[in-house]
T-cell receptor
C-alpha cells in the first residue's frame, strides 16, 4: 500500500507558541489530504480536508485561524497549531487519499505545557 | 448524514477464542467500508476493505469481515485471537461529498485479550 509519513511523531511546546506538523505522501500524489484529531480513548474526529492548491475545508466547530492548513504540493500538507494552549494537546493524524482509499500517517502526539 | 456505530466500547476474549466486532453504518448509497487497527500511540493500519463484489472480504492477520446490506452491518471476525491482537479497532465508511470523499470513523472498540 501507499505510504504517508508524518513528522514529528512527538512534540512538546510551550503555551502560546506555534507548532507545525508535516504530512507527506511518499509514493503517490495526494490531491486531497485529511487532518484528524484524536483525544485519549476516543475516535478520530475529522478536522479539515485540504485540496492541493486551494483553501482547506474545515469541519464545523474547528477554528480555521487556529489550525492553519497548507497543501502547497501534491505530496505535502502541513498543519500549524497557532498560539497553542494545553487544551490543544492531542494526537493528530493525517491521511492522503488515493482513489477511494485513505492512507494514514503514524500520528503526532502534541503536548502543550 | 453518514455515520458509523460500533456498539461495543470494549471486548475481552481469551487467547485462542473467536472474535466478532460489530459495526453498523448509515449511508445513502453503496458504501465503501473499512476496518482499521490502532496500537497505543500509533497510527492506523488497514485490516481490510469492502468496495463491491463478494460480501465476505479477507484481510491481513487472519481477519475477515462480512458486508450485510440488509442489516447495514460490516462485522469483523477472527477465528482464533492472539495476544498481539489486543488493540483499538475502528470501523469506517468512505463517504462521498461535493468535491470529494472522506472517511468517517466509528467510536472504536478496544479489544483485550486474556491468557
Amino acid at each position: 500500500g501507499a505510504v504517508v509519513s508524518q513528522h514529528p511523531s512527538r512534540v512538546i511546546c510551550k503555551s502560546g507558541t506555534s507548532v507545525k506538523i508535516e504530512c507527506r505522501s511518499l509514493d503517490f500524489q495526494a490531491t486531497t489530504m485529511f487532518w484528524y484529531r484524536q483525544f485519549p480513548k476516543q475516535s478520530l474526529m475529522l478536522m479539515a480536508t485540504s485540496n492541493e492548491g486551494s483553501k482547506a475545508t474545515y469541519e464545523q466547530g474547528v477554528e480555521k485561524d487556529k489550525f492553519l492548513i497548507n497543501h502547497a504540493s501534491l505530496t505535502l500538507s502541513t498543519l500549524t497549531v497557532t498560539s497553542a494552549h494545553p487544551e490543544d494537546s492531542s494526537f493528530y493524524i493525517c491521511s492522503g487519499r488515493m482513489n477511494t482509499e485513505a492512507f494514514f500517517g503514524q500520528g503526532t502526539r502534541l503536548t502543550v505545557v | 448524514a453518514q455515520s458509523v456505530t460500533q456498539p461495543d466500547i470494549h471486548i475481552t476474549v481469551s487467547e485462542g477464542a473467536s472474535l466478532e466486532l460489530r459495526c453498523n453504518y448509515s449511508y445513502g448509497a453503496t458504501p465503501y467500508l473499512f476496518w482499521y487497527v490502532q496500537s497505543p500511540g500509533q497510527g492506523l493500519q488497514l485490516l481490510l476493505k469492502y468496495f463491491s463484489g463478494d460480501t465476505l472480504v479477507q484481510g491481513i492477520k487472519g481477519f475477515e469481515a462480512e458486508f450485510k446490506r440488509s442489516q447495514s452491518s460490516f462485522n469483523l471476525r477472527k477465528p482464533s485471537v492472539h495476544w498481539s491482537d489486543a488493540a483499538e479497532y475502528f470501523c469506517a465508511v468512505g463517504a462521498g461529498y461535493t468535491g470529494g470523499f472522506k472517511t468517517i470513523f466509528g467510536a472504536g472498540t478496544r479489544l483485550f485479550v486474556k491468557a
